[in-house]
């Protein structure tokens, strides 16, 4: 991936740089103990990962030139996930396995890159196409009877309203509104059967999270787990309201290439 770009700069730009001829949109997970990374962290070990990796990326003009990165949807500090997106620039034209292998190489394990495709030109916005996440909620100290009893209090209570402090300070919002499916089972692994939440929340502002859920089931239910809950984003989509599942983001490109 390093070899020489002749694609002209922009000579108007304060900074000039190459211009930006190919978009990939790139799904990675973060597993293990890497859920603890921050999106600020990841951030900085993905740009390293590039310049590692060798990728050609596009850079903003200007005073300071900044790579063409842009991240879509990431999940919070201390949730695992197997669907984050992201999407870069290069400039030049890429093949999108190749761009897989070298920074799932590049970046440490546990931050695992799954997929990259080419952007369909025209395709639309990354962001606009993450309407809603599917996680799943393992709950070690609670068992299945327990979460089922809460899970049918939060849903039949026409709001659920919890706090959380954010950059503006504490906020009241409702958990219930955002919440389009719940529903608790027995894990197959865990001794005794532990309880399991599958949840679909749609996106919106404010974001409703994994924790304001378990917030609200304990607001309403008294639901409170001895331990920590883990949870992990399945899938993050477009949303198919009547079904109640999340689709893949990455359909409408992978189809065109």
Same mark, same amino acid.
């Given at each position: ?78 949730? +695992? ?66 979460? *089922? ?28 509104? +955002?919440?389009?499916?719940? *529903? ?5 692994? +865990? ?29 309403? *239910? ?18 198919? *309201? ?16």
């Amino acid at each position: 991936m390093t070899s020489p770009d002749r694609t002209p700069a922009n000579p108007e730009a304060p900074n000039p740089q190459l211009p930006t001829v190919q978009k990939l949109r790139i799904r990675y997970a973060k597993r293990g103990r890497l859920r603890f990374t921050s999106h600020r962290d990841f951030g900085r070990a993905f740009e390293r990962a590039v310049r590692r990796a060798g990728v050609p990326i596009a850079h903003s003009s200007g005073f300071t030139p900044h790579p063409k990165i842009s991240y879509a949807g990431a999940s919070p500090t201390g949730a +695992a996930s197997e669907a984050e997106y992201l999407e870069i620039g290069v400039i030049r034209p890429l093949d999108p396995a190749e761009v897989a292998t070298a920074l799932d190489t590049a970046l440490p394990p546990g931050l695992d890159v799954l997929e990259v495709v080419a952007v369909r030109e025209g395709s639309g916005s990354l962001a606009d196409r993450l309407e809603a996440s599917a996680w799943t909620l393992e709950l070690p100290s609670v068992t299945p009877e327990e979460a *089922a009893a809460a899970v049918e209090s939060f849903l039949a209570a026409p709001e659920v309203l919890v706090e959380r402090m954010t950059k503006k300070g504490l906020r009241t919002f409702d958990s219930r509104a +955002a919440v389009v499916r719940l *529903a608790s089972r027995r894990s197959p692994d +865990a001794q005794g059967g532990c309880a399991i939440l599958d949840l679909v929340v749609r996106h919106g502002t404010p974001s409703v999270r994994p924790d304001d859920v378990l917030a609200g089931l304990r607001a309403i *239910a008294g639901l409170a787990p001895s331990e920590v809950p883990v949870a992990t984003r399945t899938a993050q989509g477009p949303l198919d *309201a009547q079904s109640g599942t999340v689709g893949d983001p990455l359909a409408t490109d992978r189809d065109a290439s």
